[in-house]
C-alpha cells in the first residue's frame, strides 16, 4: 500500500520523467511535496523502491526508473479526478480507500546501540539506551537505532548528530544506505556499490573518498529506514 505522501512522490516523479526524461533532484522533490527535509524524500524513495514501484539506476546520478503505476493515479491523471484527501493509504489493490496510518505520537522503544560514523569507521558500541521513536517512521521488520557521528552523509540528509532507524537485515542492495561492519569491529554509515569483485562503501559528501574492501571484511548489519532529528 501507498501512503498520500508516496502516491504523491511517484506522481511527481513520473510527471518529470515524462517532460525532460531526467529524474528530479532530492531538493526539487522536497520542496515540491513540501517537505522540511531531504530525510524525508529518502525515506519516500526507499518505501517506493521496497514496494516495486521504482527503481535506482547504478552508477548515474538523479536516475530514477519509474517500474510501475498504481492503477488509482492512473487512472485519476486520465479523468481529472481531484487526489484523494491527505492522510489516506491507499491500499495494494489500488481500488479502496484504508484509514490513516497510525497517529505520529503514537512510539515504539527501539534499542539505542550507540553511535555509528558517517565518515571514516569507528568502533560501534552497544549499551541499554533506548529511543522513542513515531511508530509512522518504521515499516515492517526488527528496528535498531544509532546516533550518527560524522558528515559524509550530509547529501543524503544525514546529519551529525542524528539519529539513524536501522531495519535488521544481512543483504542489500546496490545504491542502498547500509550499516556496513568492517573487520568484525568498525562500523559506518554509507552507500553500499559492489564492482570489480570488490565492495565500495561510498559517501554522500565531495569531501570524501569511496572505501573499497574485499568482501569478506564487509558485513551488512541493517538498512536505513529513517532519521530522527533534534533541536
Keep these: 500500500m501507498l501512503t498520500r505522501k508516496q502516491h504523491d512522490l511517484l506522481t511527481f516523479i513520473n510527471s518529470r520523467l515524462n517532460e525532460s526524461g531526467v529524474s528530479p533532484s532530492f531538493e526539487e522533490m522536497k520542496d515540491a511535496l513540501a517537505l522540511k527535509s531531504k530525510s524525508g524524500v529518502h525515506r519516500l524513495i ?3 523502491e521496497e514496494r516495486a514501484f521504482i527503481r535506482r539506476l547504478p552508477n548515474r546520478a538523479r536516475a530514477l526508473e519509474i517500474l510501475r503505476m498504481p492503477e488509482v493515479v492512473q487512472r485519476a491523471v486520465s479523468q481529472g479526478t481531484p487526489p484523494a484527501p491527505r492522510g489516506d493509504v491507499i491500499h495494494a489493490d489500488f481500488r479502496r480507500r484504508a484509514p490513516a496510518l497510525p497517529a505520529a505520537n503514537d512510539v515504539v522503544m527501539l534499542a539505542l546501540h550507540g553511535k555509528i560514523a558517517a565518515g571514516q569507521p569507528i568502533m560501534a558500541f552497544e549499551d541499554d539506551r533506548q529511543l522513542s521513536v513515531p511508530t509512522a ?4 521488520g526488527d528496528h535498531y ?8 552523509m550530509v547529501d543524503a540528509g544525514i546529519l551529525d548528530g542524528d539519529y539513524a532507524l536501522i531495519r535488521r537485515c544481512d543483504t542489500a542492495r546496490d545504491g542502498d544506505i547500509v550499516v556496513a561492519l568492517v573487520d ?3 562500523a559506518t554509515l554509507k552507500y553500499l556499490k559492489h564492482a570489480k569483485g570488490m565492495v565500495e562503501l561510498e559517501p554522500a559528501n565531495a569531501m570524501y573518498s569511496s572505501q573499497r574492501y574485499l568482501p569478506s571484511r ?8 529513517g532519521l530522527l ?3
Aim: hydrophobic share 40%; aromatic share 4%; charged share 25%.
Design 46 to 48: 526507499n518505501a517506493l
Design 137 to 140: 517512521l518504521l515499516g515492517p
Design 145 to 152: 537505532a544509532l546516533e550518527v557521528s560524522g558528515d559524509s
Design 184 to 186: 568484525g569491529s568498525d
Design 218 to 225: 564487509v558485513r551488512v548489519q541493517g538498512k536505513l529506514a
Design 229 to 231: 532529528r533534534r533541536y
